[in-house]
C-alpha cells in the first residue's frame, strides 16, 4: 500500500508539473529559455530526469505490482522495499525532512502518500479547466495510461470530458472496456456512442420504451374526466425526457440516431405515443435551450406553435393560419411532411384538434357557412387527415401533402353539421325532456326520424373513413349527453357497432362516455335509454374487449338504480356469456379504484349464475 499511494503521489506530480507547462505554454507562444524549467523550482526536461519519471511510472498499475512480486522473490525483500522506497518516494526537498518527523508520531506513510495525492489531484483538477483545448490535446496521453488506476482515474477521466474531439483510439478503448465505459462522464460517452451506435441504442431504448408504456398506461387508466389533460409543459419534464435531452446534447448526429429510433418503434408497435415522444424531445431541447439543435429542425416551429394550441386547448384563426403557412411551404413530397404527420398523429393533439373541429363546426352553423369558407376548418381537417396517413407514410417512404380533404369538407362534414343541426332542433322539440326528465322515459329512435337518413354515409365513414372521425362523434355524442339529449347516444352509437369499429386506442374515449352518464344520473328517467344503449353498444363490444366489457361493469355498479329490474337483469345475463370474465383481472391492474369496483361486480355476476343478476349487481 506504501509502494502504491508513493507512486500515485508522485505521478500526480509529474502530472501537475506537465499541466504547468501546458498552462505556461498556452499563456506564451513564445518562450524563453527559462520556460524549460521547472516553475516549482527544479529541472524537469534534462534526460536523467525524464529517465528517473519514467522507471517511476514503471511501478503504476498491473505491470508495476507484476514487479514488485517479482523483486520480493528474488532476493531479500527487505533490501528490495528500501531500494524500491528510495527510487519511488516524494523527491521534492521540502518533504523529505517531514518525513522522519512524522514517524516519530507514528503517522503512517500510506496516509501521508494518500493526503498528498488527494491534496495534488485536486490541484490538478482545478488547473485542468483553465487551459486550452491545445493543452488538453497533449495531456491525453501522458494523463490515460492512469486510467486504470483507481488513485487517478478520475485525472484522466476529466481530461477526456475537456478534450472535444477524442481520437479514436481510445474512445474503441473506452467503449470495448464495460466498467470504463459506465465511468465515462457523458460528455466522453456522446463521442463513444457517435462512433459505437450500438452502445448508444442501449442507453436510449429503455428510455423510449420506458416514456412510452407510462403514457400508455396512463391514457388508459382515467376514468372521471374521460380524455386526459396532460401538459405538454409537465409532460416535457419527465426524467425520461431530461435524460434524453442529457444524452442528446448539442449533437445533431445523436438526435438524429434517436429520431430514427422513434420512428422505428411506431413502425413496429404502431403506438401514437411514439409520435408524442417525437414532439416532447425536441420540445425539450427547445427548453433547454438547444439551439444547434432545435433550429435545425424543420418541424421546431410548426411543432411550437402546436403546443400553443395544446396548452389554448384550442385552434384560433390566428394559430390555423400559421399551421397553414408552415405546412403549405414544404415540398409537395418533402419528408418533412411524414414527420409533420407523425407530430399530427400525438394522441393529445389528434383529441385537441378534433375537440378545435367540433367547436368550428358549431361557429360555422351559427354563421350559417359552408365548411369550405371557413380556413380554420380547412387546415383542421387537412392536419387531421394528414396524421391519419403517419404510419403508412414512415412504413412506405412516400410523403404527400395531397390528402383527400376536399371530399371530407364537401360531403362527410356538411352532413355531420346537418345532423348536428337536426338535433339541437329536435332537443328544442322535446319540451317534455328538459321539462321532467326524471319522470319520462326517452322515445326511442324511429325509423321515420328526419336523422336516420344520414346514417349510410355516417356508417360508410365510420367503417372506412379516418378514425378522427370516429373521435369526432364520440365528443359530439359526449357532449350531447351531458346537455341531457340522450336521444342522440340511442341514434349514433349503435352505428359504431354495425360499423364494426374496434375500440383499441379509444379506451379515453370510452371513459368520457361513462362519465358523462354518471354525470346526467339524476335525470336518465325509468332507464329505458340507458338500457337500450347498453344492449344495443356495450354489450356487443364488450364480447370483442374486455376494456369496455369492464366499464360497463362499473358503470352498472354506480347506475344501476336508474336501471329496471328486468334490463339489469338481460344486461348482465349477456355479460356472463361473453366469456370474458376471466380476463377482468389483467385490465384491472391499470385502473385503479374504478377497475376494482368492475372486478367486484364481475365476480358478482359470475357467481351468480342462474340467479337473478340484478341482485348479484346491486
Known sequence: TICSFSCCAGSAISMKRKVGHQAMAAADPAPGPSAAGNSDGGSLDTEEAKAARAKRLQAIGAEG??????????GNPQVFIEAFQRQNQLDEATCLPALPLLDLHDFPRHKLFGSVLE????????????????????????????????????????????????????????????????????????????????????????LLKQYVQQLSNEYVSTHTSG???????????????????????????????????????????????????????????????????????????????????????????????????????????????????????DPFAHHSLTASLLQHVDRMLAAQELPTQRPELVTICTMLLLS?????????QTFSKHVAVQHF?????????????????????????????????????????????AHPLILATLQDGPHFFRTLMILYIVERIKA????????????????????????????????????????????????????????????????????????????HRCLPEAVMDSVLTALCGTGMLPELGRVAEVQGEGGAAAEEAATAASAAGGESAAAAAT
Not at 65 to 74: H, M, R, T, Y
Not at 388 to 396: D, L, Q, V, Y
Open 65 to 74: 505490482g507484476n514487479s514488485i512480486k517479482e523483486g520480493l522473490k528474488a
Open 119 to 206: 491534496h495534488l489531484k485536486q490541484r490538478l483538477l482545478q488547473r485542468l479547466a483553465s487551459l486550452a483545448p491545445s493543452s488538453i490535446d497533449q495531456l491525453l496521453p501522458e494523463t490515460f495510461r492512469y486510467i486504470q488506476v483507481d488513485e487517478l482515474r478520475e485525472v484522466a477521466l476529466a481530461v477526456l470530458q475537456r478534450h472535444p474531439t477524442i481520437p479514436k483510439a481510445y474512445l474503441r478503448h473506452l467503449g470495448q472496456s464495460p466498467e470504463l465505459y459506465a465511468l465515462c462522464p457523458i460528455e466522453v460517452k456522446r463521442q463513444i456512442w457517435k462512433r459505437h451506435t450500438h452502445l448508444f441504442e442501449e442507453a436510449v431504448s429503455p
Open 227 to 345: 380524455i386526459i389533460r396532460s401538459s405538454p409543459e409537465k409532460r416535457r419534464q419527465r426524467q425520461v425526457v431530461v435524460e434524453l435531452v442529457s444524452q442528446v446534447g448539442s449533437s445533431i448526429e445523436l438526435y438524429n440516431h434517436v429520431l430514427k429510433l422513434i420512428r422505428l418503434g411506431f413502425l413496429d408497435t404502431q403506438n401514437p405515443f411514439y409520435c408524442t415522444l417525437r414532439s416532447d424531445l425536441l420540445m425539450g431541447l427547445h427548453k433547454a435551450e438547444v439551439a444547434k439543435i432545435y433550429k435545425a429542425d424543420p418541424c421546431h416551429m410548426f411543432c411550437w406553435c402546436l403546443t400553443a394550441c395544446l396548452r389554448e386547448r384550442s385552434v384560433d384563426s390566428k394559430r390555423a393560419e400559421e399551421l397553414a403557412t408552415f405546412f403549405h411551404s414544404q415540398g409537395a413530397e418533402s419528408p418533412v411532411i411524414g414527420e409533420l404527420a407523425m407530430i399530427l398523429c
Open 388 to 396: 391519419a396517413s403517419a404510419w403508412t407514410m414512415i412504413r412506405n
Open 409 to 453: 369538407l364537401t360531403r362527410v362534414l356538411p352532413v355531420f353539421a346537418a345532423c348536428k343541426a337536426d338535433d339541437a332542433l329536435a332537443a328544442r322539440q322535446q319540451t317534455s325532456l328538459t321539462a321532467n326528465l326524471a319522470s319520462a322515459a326517452t322515445p326511442a329512435a324511429t325509423d321515420d326520424d328526419p336523422r336516420t337518413a
Open 484 to 559: 341531457k339529449d340522450f336521444r342522440v347516444a340511442e341514434l349514433y352509437l349503435p352505428l359504431f357497432v354495425r360499423a364494426g369499429v374496434h375500440f383499441e386506442g379509444y379506451e379515453p374515449h370510452i371513459n368520457s362516455l361513462v362519465a358523462a352518464f354518471e354525470m346526467v344520473k339524476d335525470h336518465l328517467g325509468s332507464g329505458f335509454s340507458l338500457g337500450q344503449i347498453c344492449t344495443d353498444f356495450f354489450v356487443p363490444l364488450s364480447a370483442k374487449s374486455c376494456f369496455i366489457h369492464m366499464r360497463l361493469l362499473y358503470m352498472l355498479t354506480s347506475l
